[in-house]
């Protein structure tokens, strides 16, 4: 019924081919010198001019701040896929709020709209416009009039009965100067007398650009390159690479066809980290409730929508 119901949205709306688009120029320069610095500390870590414990410290970043989106933002809050318990929700909203791509509010009704509008108009990251405008280039223009007008229509309920989001929204300024700046270049600093401006270069600007990368390659590759064995009308697809660099986000046509299944893929598919994440959770606790398409409904929905010459491999697989 839900695919109906987009189906028969994305008629009506699609891409206009001549719309004209305003560059935001303080998110431009901002998104320029954000990766210029982001290459010097790339740079930096190269030529070995960066201490271990920085390093390992990004890499702990990386995946944190990482799983606050997929996990927290993306399979928790946007989809409700599964249910934590109050401290996982708080640890996953810190970690969402280090990753810094926007308060959680903002973040799922973004996706949510996404979801509900793929591919046309309305949808803000629409890829229909191709690889720069839904990777990027959507954070740094005006949004489209149907964004505006078709984002009043998506039921945020949920988020605005949740306090601690609603308190994450109103103070999302000062909470993203701490947890996505401060804390991540003075923690080294403070704890192995890293040098501050290294600490900058790369726990800040690095860490950060890699992850806003790994989260819009999700928009932009999972929407252009892949094969679609489940639903073989829409744009998103099955991209392995997306996959492997974001934890298992990559099963993009697997899941715009089953968004509210917590593995995001097929039968958990290969390079999904976030579900282990998840099952191991569930094991102790702090998860519960999960939610998964059964072997028959996507058996259904491959007959149905799907691509018949990849269905054979992909029920083998
Ligand atoms: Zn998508
Ligand atoms: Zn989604």
Redesign the pocket.
């Known amino acids: 019924m839900e695919g109906k119901i987009d189906e028969e949205n994305k008629e009506k709306l699609g891409t206009d081919p001549n719309f004209h688009r305003e560059i935001v120029w303080k998110n431009a320069i901002f998104f320029l010198l954000l990766h210029l610095v982001a290459l010097y500390g790339l740079y930096l870590i190269l030529t070995l001019q960066v201490k271990v414990l920085t390093i390992i410290w990004i890499a702990i970043l990386i995946v944190t701040t990482g799983e606050g989106i997929t996990m927290g933002a993306?399979r928790l809050y946007?989809?409700k896929s599964f249910k934590a318990t109050p401290f996982l929700r708080f640890l996953l909203i810190i970690f969402q709020t280090m990753a810094g791509e926007n308060c959680m509010y903002v973040w799922v009704r973004d996706?949510r709209q996404?979801?509900k509008f793929s591919d046309t108009d309305a949808d803000p990251h629409n890829a229909t416009r191709g690889f720069f405008f839904s990777h990027i280039g959507w954070l740094m223009s005006r949004k489209h009039p149907l964004v505006k007008e078709k984002g009043k229509s998506i039921d945020m309920s949920d988020l605005e009965a949740d306090p601690l989001v609603m308190w994450q929204k109103r103070h999302y300024k000062s909470l993203y100067f701490i947890a996505a700046f401060i804390v991540p270049v003075f923690l080294p600093v403070w704890a192995w007398k890293e040098n501050v401006w290294t600490s900058t270069f790369t726990a800040f600007a690095l860490r950060y650009a890699l992850v806003l990368n790994f989260t819009w390659l999700v928009n932009s590759a999972a929407h252009l390159w892949g094969n679609r064995p489940f639903d073989r009308n829409i744009l998103p697809a099955e991209n392995p690479y997306v996959s492997w660099i974001t934890g298992g986000e990559g099963w993009h046509n697997y899941?715009h066809a089953f968004?509210w299944d917590y593995k995001t893929s097929e039968f958990g598919a290969r390079f999904n980290c976030t579900r282990f994440f998840i099952e191991s959770l569930r094991t102790k606790g702090f998860a519960y409730d999960l939610r998964s398409a059964s072997e028959e409904m996507i058996e259904r929905r491959c007959r149905r929508t799907g691509d018949s010459t990849l269905f054979s491999t992909q029920m083998g697989g």
């Open positions: 993306h946007s989809h996706h996404h979801h899941h968004p």
